[in-house]
């Protein structure tokens, strides 16, 4: 690949994949001089991915929003980044989400669902190998995503920017993910499947149908990093679109309801409050979000049976959503000292409160009415972050507060006063984020839409950006508060896991039931 590659960034990602390669070649070779192995490794559950996957969820927290505070800064300072085409807005934003969505979240997802499989199974990953070909395969490919858009390899599609060689590698994968975790559950001593495993397993399924059919496209050439899709004009929208939101979906939600049906009981000490509600609810979001997303091509060229259709089930799908936070919040019953004197309980608890809310306002802004004011405007910035910030990123830190000292033999964080401080800083960020998209895509679309007496536009455009100047100043310091409590929380992590006791070890397979 590196040596046929006539294409510069395929030239690039192909010495990466080589010198991972080499990596791998002598990890391996070294460990055919280690001490034999422990003769009962096998009763024994198989943390050391679950681990690693940690750490690199960390480094793409500081990597995906250290690139979001430089992108929201570059939006109110325009000046203020080099004159280099790899820094410019273009090439940056793609850096953010996908170091966010893939890097950040998607390694979370990787290293708990590695932990949770084994937990509510009772039985050690199906083999020693395919976690680590998981974790470093899809590692690289975010790695030949972001350097692919510093250097202008783009496909130009939402959320799968990637070019052609880095999809099917993903691919690969993600089969390897999928076959792994159903050999693992074969193999469970518990006879029933515990319902985060579920949404686990629907993340993973679908997000590969998605990707698959989304990625369709034709190379120019085996050796060159540019291919066109096969999907063309309305077709073309109306696929990635399906495909866009249902990232959202199984990425962004069903695999941290997940996480959330595990680590908020287990950390609570309390029973999920209605184990039936949580299987209609996986039902109703795995039936109900596969329809929804047209509903981002309102006003377009899309047929209009398709623009209601996508509103129709938008709306529907606010039922088990609702059910799912609900769920979550009464768990808490009986629980609520916990959460006001742990600030890990209080990360889970605003995770459900905030997708509750998300869920709520993407409902609202599906109707078309509602759609008209909001469409293209910061609103739906403020939406996503809604999500992103307090669902997914609170939850995130919640489930790594919860594992970190478990993994490390520890009875908490090495400071549990981090974690306050991580948590208020996160709290205050994401309001201030979202209040000022809120209040900017508002006055866009109220800007965009106020006429005069002779039928002409009030404002020009160039009036309209002016006036987010006061809003973007905000989302730059939300987000860069939201910044500093992730570095607290590399630091905190970093100092429990090097402090960690002779009980790091991988635990036994009876020492902890499913939950």
């Known amino acids: 690949m590196a040596a046929g590659a006539r294409h510069g960034v395929m030239a690039v990602h192909g010495v990466m994949a080589m010198a991972l390669g080499l990596w791998l070649v002598f990890l391996v070779g070294g460990a055919l001089y280690d001490a034999p192995p422990r003769a009962d490794r096998l009763r024994r559950y198989y943390d050391a991915p679950t681990r690693f996957g940690i750490v690199l969820t960390l480094i793409w927290a500081l990597i995906g929003m250290g690139v979001g505070v430089w992108v929201a800064a570059l939006l109110y300072w325009p000046e203020a980044t080099p004159l280099w085409p790899a820094t410019s807005f273009g090439r940056l934003r793609p850096v953010h989400t996908t170091g966010i969505i893939f890097g950040f979240g998607g390694n979370a997802l990787i290293a708990t669902s590695f932990h949770v499989l084994q937990r509510t199974s009772r039985a050690r990953l199906a083999d020693s190998v395919s976690p680590w070909v998981v974790i470093f395969g899809f590692n690289l490919f975010c790695a030949w995503a972001v350097t ?5 390899s783009t496909q130009s599609k939402e959320y799968a920017e990637a070019e052609w060689y880095a999809d099917l590698w993903l691919v690969v994968i993600w089969v390897t993910y999928f076959v792994l ?7 469970r001593n518990e006879p029933h499947i515990y319902v985060a495993n579920w949404y686990y397993l629907a993340f993973i399924l679908v997000v590969a149908i998605l990707h698959i059919v989304n990625n369709l496209a034709l190379p ?20 990635q679109w399906w495909y866009g939101h249902n990232a959202v979906a199984f ?10 049906y595990y680590f908020l009981p287990v950390r609570s000490g309390r029973p999920i409050w209605s184990y039936r509600l949580s299987i209609l609810s996986f039902w ?5 979000y596969i329809w929804v997303g047209s509903h981002h091509l309102h006003y377009t060229a899309l047929p209009y049976w398709a623009q209601t259709l996508g509103m129709t089930f938008s709306v529907m799908l606010l039922v088990p959503s609702w059910a799912s936070a609900g769920n979550a919040i009464a768990t808490l019953n009986g629980a609520w000292h916990k959460v006001r004197d742990d600030a890990t309980l209080r990360f889970m608890f605003v995770a459900a409160v905030f997708y509750g809310l998300s869920t709520f306002e993407g409902s609202f802004l599906a109707i078309r009415p509602v759609n008209s004011l909001s469409h293209y405007t910061d609103w739906t910035v403020g939406h996503v972050h809604s999500g992103t910030l307090g669902w997914v990123a609170m939850i995130i830190f919640g489930a790594l507060y919860t594992l970190v000292p478990q993994l490390s033999g520890k009875a908490e964080m090495a400071s549990p006063r981090a974690v306050e401080w991580h948590f208020w800083l996160a709290v205050t960020g994401t309001l201030i984020y979202v209040v000022a998209m809120w209040n900017a895509g508002i006055t866009q679309g109220l800007m965009w839409r106020t006429y005069d007496e002779s039928g002409a536009l009030s404002y020009s455009f160039l009036q309209s950006v002016q006036a987010m100047a006061p809003y973007y100043l905000l989302r730059a310091i939300g987000g860069a508060l939201f910044l500093t409590g992730a570095v607290i929380c590399v630091w905190n992590c970093r100092k429990t896991m090097r402090t960690a006791t002779g009980e790091a070890v991988d635990r036994p397979l009876i020492a902890e039931p499913a939950e």
Do not use: K, N
Request: a positive charge.
């Open 284 to 288: 109703g979001i795995t039936f109900f």
């Open 251 to 260: 990425f962004l939600t069903a695999g941290f309801l997940g996480m959330l």
């Open 220 to 239: 120019v050439r085996w050796t060159a990093a540019r291919s066109f899709p096969i999907w063309s004009g309305v077709q073309d929208a109306m696929v």
């Open 181 to 187: 975790y159903m050999r693992t559950l074969a193999r």
């Open 148 to 152: 692919g858009y510093l250097m202008g």
